[in-house]
């Protein structure tokens, strides 16, 4: 293991603590993934690429760790189209496009993330910026 992979894991276990999470190989592996991936990967995607180096691991685990992580302040799903959910461990303040025909998800910067006024007076627990449309590549065909 190189020495950026042992920092990024003392990273996650510094931030499982801070968080209560408790320390599972496959919840550090899984975190890991999403942080080193920022493909938007789905749970069938994370499933497949860390069941090479872990032939036990269930996609029952994987759904578990996503929730805690989820619960946690630490993941944000993603619904790209009608029942897709994909994964983002980037918490900052950014919205994501959508290509229609790819579904590839690209991450955009947001000019601030104040919400309105208005809504001063609502418990927000979430919110998220989607915007639709076809990326430049899709545009070409």
Same mark, same amino acid.
């Given at each position: 293991?190189?020495? %950026?992979?042992?920092? +990024?894991?003392?990273?996650?276990?510094?931030?499982? $603590?801070?968080?209560?999470?408790?320390? /599972?190989?496959?919840?550090?592996?899984?975190?890991?993934?999403?942080?080193?991936?920022?493909?938007?990967? /789905?749970?069938?995607? +994370?499933?497949? =690429?860390?069941?090479?180096?872990?032939?036990?691991?269930?996609?029952?685990?994987?759904?578990? /760790? +996503?929730?805690?992580?989820?619960?946690?302040?630490?993941?944000?799903?993603?619904?790209?189209?009608? $029942?897709?959910?994909?994964?983002?461990?980037?918490?900052?303040?950014? $919205?994501?496009?959508?290509?229609?025909?790819? $579904?590839?998800?690209?991450?955009? /910067?947001?000019?601030?993330?104040?919400?309105?006024?208005?809504?001063?007076? =609502?418990?927000? %627990?979430?919110?998220?910026?989607?915007? =639709?449309?076809?990326?430049?590549?899709?545009?070409?065909?």
């Amino acid at each position: 293991m190189d020495y %950026h992979a042992q920092e +990024v894991i003392q990273d996650i276990v510094e931030l499982f $603590g801070k968080k209560n999470i408790r320390l /599972t190989p496959q919840r550090i592996g899984v975190y890991r993934y999403l942080l080193e991936n920022r493909t938007h990967p /789905t749970v069938d995607t +994370v499933y497949h =690429f860390l069941k090479n180096d872990n032939p036990s691991l269930s996609k029952t685990t994987i759904y578990n /760790t +996503v929730d805690t992580l989820a619960s946690a302040g630490l993941l944000r799903m993603v619904r790209a189209s009608e $029942g897709e959910v994909r994964l983002d461990a980037m918490m900052d303040c950014h $919205g994501h496009f959508i290509c229609e025909q790819c $579904g590839q998800i690209i991450d955009f /910067t947001l000019d601030g993330c104040r919400l309105p006024d208005k809504l001063n007076q =609502f418990k927000i %627990h979430n919110y998220e910026v989607r915007a =639709f449309g076809v990326c430049p590549d899709c545009s070409k065909q």
